[in-house]
């Protein structure tokens, strides 16, 4: 590591200061040969506190950090990476990433460096006019990670169950430098609480993500866990069919996120192989859903500026469920004859461009409501174990868990054996009753794309199967 950036940091800073990631960039393409140069930093500090068997067995911090070299020589170019930063291990990288340049072929679709734009560490760090980057939760102990788990965990010893799970607090740092003089740093915090709770025959979970750890509500969310747990003793069984579903918003955002990767990135479409190739325009879901990636809405984990070093633009990708539009890095752009839209994915960007940021627009429900408006359906808390199907029809296939629930006649019945589903996403959108108000940052973690989603109820959900729990 550079002499700069060798001090001892401060709990409750970021990996990375502007001018540390500035020093660090410059002094990475001051060592670069090539006729261009671009280079990326990222580096995330993150501690996690980790319980199972109703006791916590582990705390870990780590510090990872990644320096990416683009080198550029006329139509070729090349990309090396390292985990070093001393000054040896610069030179190194630049050189690697130079000599992989003039060994590939001719790239005619290759676009030039991002020109400068205006990011600094002032705009950048507060996206959405929420904090981008929380001191406190940078500055997490395991003390206070394992006071916020502890009530959890004696409250389900005293009902018969075990919780398990991870309480995990970091920071990160995004930098962006060219030798065209672009600079962009972003700094961040990032919170995420999760707990299973099971009992021989039931299970029931929850997660949550927030930039400000205090804003999980630990002990509230692992009651929800513990309550589904408890409900769903004593599973029953309905036979595989078409019902009317309740999803909760982590459950509609495991669908939704598949979209982002299968199809809203320009590359796919200039491909054929996404679902919005040859339907710009047309009406692909339900009138109701309009999906807008949006970086800068306060529930999102969102960037302002891609690894290009580009600004992020709000972009409505699905409005009133009509096709709008679809996202570009600068390769896809100079290839469609349009403008980045700031959606460039971290080199060397084998997936094209991708929305990092969908916020599936809300209703006026209540979850509550949802389900007292149900005579007969399925409440379902999550999905796993998701895999496509086929593509461009947005088929996913996948179970139910920690959670699943028969309805009757407004109210929550009893708990109900997992099932297994085979539906088209677009298809969900498009059956779509009704929306909840409230939308809920969930990850998806296929491509890492954040889906800030409300609860659906959807008829005609396709369950193909019943599980053995």
Not at 84 to 101: C, E, F, I, P, S
Request: hydrophobic letters at 40%; proline letters at 6%.
């Amino acid at each position: 590591m550079t002499a700069s950036v060798t001090a001892t940091r401060a709990a409750e800073r970021p990996p990375f200061t502007p001018d540390e990631a500035r020093r660090l960039l410059s002094e990475a393409l001051a060592t670069s040969s090539a006729e261009q140069t671009l280079a990326v930093l990222e580096a995330r500090d993150e501690s996690l506190t980790r319980f199972a068997n109703n006791e916590i067995h582990q705390n870990v911090t780590s510090r990872v950090h990644t320096l990416t070299v683009q080198a550029v020589v006329g139509r070729r170019s090349g990309t090396a990476s390292t985990d070093r930063l001393d000054a040896g291990a610069l030179r190194q990288v630049a050189d690697r990433a130079l000599a992989l340049a003039r060994l590939s072929p001719e790239d005619e679709g290759l676009p030039g460096l991002a020109p400068p734009t205006y990011l600094s560490a002032a705009t950048t760090a507060d996206p959405g006019g929420g904090a981008g980057f929380v001191p406190a939760t940078a500055a997490c102990t395991p003390e206070a990670r394992a006071a916020a788990v502890g009530p959890l965990m004696a409250a389900a010893v005293g009902r018969g169950l075990n919780a398990a799970g991870a309480l995990t607090t970091g920071s990160s740092t995004l930098a962006v430098a060219n030798t065209l003089g672009q600079f962009a740093y972003h700094p961040d915090s990032h919170a995420r609480f999760t707990c299973t709770a099971r009992s021989a025959d039931s299970s029931g979970w929850v997660d949550r993500h927030r930039r400000d750890w205090r804003a999980l509500e630990v002990e509230a969310l692992g009651e929800v866990a513990l309550g589904k747990a408890e409900r769903s003793r004593d599973p029953g069984e309905v036979p595989p069919g078409r019902y009317t579903v309740v999803l909760e918003p982590a459950a509609v955002a495991d669908l939704v996120g598949f979209l982002a990767w299968l199809g809203l990135g320009a590359q796919s479409v200039q491909e054929g192989r996404s679902f919005l190739s040859g339907r710009m325009g047309e009406r692909i879901t339900g009138a109701g859903v309009t999906l807008i990636d949006d970086a800068f809405d306060p529930r999102s984990l969102g960037r302002p500026f891609d690894h290009e070093g580009t600004p992020r633009r709000r972009m409505t990708l699905i409005e009133g469920g009509i096709a709008r539009a679809i996202v570009h890095d600068r390769r896809t752009a100079l290839a469609a004859g349009t403008e980045s839209t700031g959606h460039a994915s971290p080199p060397p960007a084998v997936e094209g461009p991708i929305p990092y940021n969908l916020v599936l627009a809300p209703g006026d429900r209540s979850l509550d409501e949802l389900i007292a408006s149900t005579e007969r359906g399925i409440l379902v808390t999550r999905l796993w174990y998701n895999r496509v199907v086929d593509a461009k029809r947005t088929l996913i296939t996948g179970m139910t868990r920690d959670g699943t629930f028969l309805i009757e006649n407004g109210r929550l019945a009893r708990g109900l054996r997992n099932l297994r589903f085979n539906d088209s996403v677009l298809e969900v959108l498009e059956r779509a009753e009704a929306m909840g108000r409230e939308g809920e940052p969930t990850v998806f973690e296929y491509v890492g794309t954040c889906v800030v989603a409300p609860a659906l109820k959807v008829r005609d959900f396709h369950f193909t199967g019943v599980t053995r729990f």
